[in-house]
C-alpha cells in the first residue's frame, strides 16, 4: 500500500515538475560523486559560485516558475531518488543550491546528536532567522559542528 501511495503521488505531478525533478536528480547525483573526490567545504563553495553565474541562475529549468516549498518538496524528492531513505546530505546541498540562485541568504548546517550510545548525523538548511527549510523537525535535535553561509550569495 505505501508503494501505491507514492506511485499515485509521482503520477500526480506535472510536466514542468517532472523537468525540475529530472534536473535536480542529476544534480544531486552529480553531488554525491563529488563528494567521493572534494572536501565538502570546496563543493559547497562550487555550488554557492556556481548560483551566482548566469548559467547557475537558468538552472534547474523553470525553477523560477514554482513557489519555494515546492521546489524545496521537489529537491527532497530528486534526493530521495539518488540516496533513499537517508538522503539529508543530497537534499541540504540542493536546498542551499537552490536558495543560493533565488539569492536568498542561508546557512547549510551539519550537526551530531548521541543516540543509543552511537553519534548521528544530519544536514539541513536554516534561513536567517532560524527557519528550516523543508520544516525537518529532527534538525532540532542535533548540535550542529558546521556552518556554511550562504549570506554572500
Known amino acids: 500500500m505505501l ?14 515538475d ?7 536528480v542529476v544534480s544531486a547525483a552529480l553531488c554525491d ?9 570546496r563543493l559547497v563553495h562550487a555550488l554557492s559560485w556556481g548560483s551566482r553565474t548566469r548559467l547557475g541562475a537558468l538552472l534547474p529549468l523553470c ?16 534526493a530521495r531518488i539518488v540516496r533513499g531513505p537517508d ?12 536558495c543560493g540562485i533565488r539569492r536568498e541568504p542561508v546557512t547549510l548546517l551539519i550537526g551530531v546528536r548521541k543516540e543509543a550510545g552511537t553519534l548521528c548525523s544530519h544536514a539541513w538548511v536554516e534561513t536567517p532567522d532560524g527557519h528550516v527549510i523543508n520544516g525537518d523537525p529532527g534538525a532540532a535535535t542535533f548540535q550542529p559542528l558546521l556552518r556554511f553561509s550562504g549570506a554572500g550569495i
Open 3 to 16: 508503494l501505491l501511495s507514492k506511485l499515485q503521488r509521482l503520477a500526480k505531478l506535472s510536466v514542468r
Open 18 to 24: 517532472w523537468v525540475i525533478v529530472l534536473q535536480l
Open 33 to 41: 560523486m563529488l563528494l567521493w573526490f572534494l572536501p565538502l567545504s
Open 63 to 78: 525553477h523560477r516558475r514554482v513557489d519555494h516549498s515546492h521546489l524545496s518538496a521537489l529537491a527532497a524528492l530528486a
Open 87 to 98: 538522503c539529508c546530505l543530497p537534499r541540504a546541498l540542493l536546498q542551499f543550491w537552490l
